[in-house]
């Protein structure tokens, strides 16, 4: 089935520094979004993005974080400049037009010491 | 978004039929009731969704009571492999397809 592939599946970043996360969504996907879930913790939504634009976005989507997808290409998201409490499993998703299914990656493990 | 209510967790064993139930009351008339499961180092899959009308698909059979209040995500002769955290969550319609995710409930399953 459709893929959602991220890159790379762990990172490790010294507190402070820039990071950058990239998801490739689903080719022919609108609608992209990230979530970000802490070690034995539950989902959560970060932002979600359409058009270029952020649609929405969460109470833990702080000043530091930023989103953009270039060109059509990779659909990315910045840390500049990372915490410790940014350490958590960021997962990329996409949706069609239609917003039926929403379509996960494996997620990128963020380290951050 | 309503909130829904799911038990923490189920057990089960293999090739038996599941009924995972949620609870959803203050549910509104322009929302969608979701299922997604989740399984560890693994991003959430969708299972199936509905509106009004029971639904089914290879993976699960969705009832949803006649009120809209409750929905039963039921999956027959269960595998190893559904053993994972299920999520039932409401969406708007026509909106942006966010998902606001709970506990879930985690089904074990045995052999």
């Known amino acids: 089935g459709p893929k959602v592939l991220q890159i790379p599946s762990h990172q490790i970043i010294d507190m402070g520094q820039m990071v950058t996360l990239n998801c490739d969504p689903v080719?022919?996907?609108?609608?992209f979004y990230w979530y970000k879930q802490i070690l034995g913790q539950q989902m959560e939504f970060l932002v979600n993005?359409?058009?270029?634009?952020?649609?929405?976005k969460s109470k833990l989507f702080k000043d530091q974080f930023s989103v953009e997808r270039p060109d059509g290409s990779y659909f990315t998201l910045k840390i500049q400049p990372t915490a410790l409490e940014d350490s958590a499993v960021y997962f990329c998703?996409?949706?069609?037009?239609?917003?039926?299914?929403?379509?996960f990656g494996k997620g990128t493990r963020l380290t951050v010491v | 978004d309503a909130k829904t209510t799911q038990p923490d967790s189920m057990e089960s064993t293999e090739g038996e039929t599941v009924h995972l139930p949620c609870s959803h009351a203050?549910?509104?008339?322009?929302?969608?009731i979701y299922w997604y499961r989740q399984v560890p180092l693994q991003g959430p899959e969708y299972v199936t969704h509905?509106?009004?009308q029971n639904t089914t698909n290879s993976m699960a059979f969705l009832a949803i009571a006649s009120d809209r209040k409750s929905s039963t995500l039921i999956l027959p002769h269960v595998s190893l492999r559904d053993a994972a955290v299920y999520h039932c969550?409401?969406?708007?319609?026509?909106?942006?397809?966010?998902?606001?995710f709970g506990e879930g409930t985690k089904l074990t399953v045995s052999s």
């Open positions: 998703a996409s949706s069609d037009r239609r917003r039926t299914e929403v379509f």
């Open positions: 080719s022919n996907h609108l609608y």
């Open positions: 993005f359409y058009n270029g634009k952020v649609m929405e």
């Open positions: 203050t549910i509104s008339g322009n929302e969608y």
């Open positions: 509905g509106l009004q």
């Open positions: 969550i409401l969406t708007v319609k026509g909106g942006s397809a966010k998902l606001i």
